[in-house]
Nanobody
């Protein structure tokens, strides 16, 4: 079973930046399309950025131009660089495969103050 460990969240002022990391256990990482998801209080979990095994990138309109997803197959890690953060980016951020598996990590909290 794949294990996902997210880190890098925190409290930041609007306009600031954070870099999230997600380490994925197992040898299948390089064969999996990956995504970052987020869930804000009272809202459904949504996908914000994805990266395929061929490094094709897609972004939600709400983060396009501000967030950058990347991956390092040698480190079994997917990253999310978040710039120009806004209060509406406040959420718990998770990584998972595409489509997401049944198991989720603990996520990492991102809080953006105005």
């Amino acid at each position: 079973q794949v294990q996902l460990v997210e880190s890098g969240g925190g409290l930041v002022q609007a306009g600031g930046s954070l870099r999230l990391s997600c380490v994925v256990s197992g040898s299948i990482f390089r064969f999996k399309d990956m995504a970052w998801y987020r869930q804000a209080p009272g809202k459904q979990r949504e996908s914000v950025a994805s990266i395929t095994t061929l490094f094709r990138l897609t972004y939600a309109d709400s983060v396009k131009g501000r967030f950058t997803i990347s991956r390092d197959n040698a480190k079994n890690t997917v990253y999310l660089q978040m710039n120009s953060l806004k209060p509406e980016d406040t959420a718990v951020y998770y990584c998972n495969t595409i489509p997401p598996g049944n198991s989720w990590g603990q996520g990492t909290q991102v809080t953006v103050s105005s």
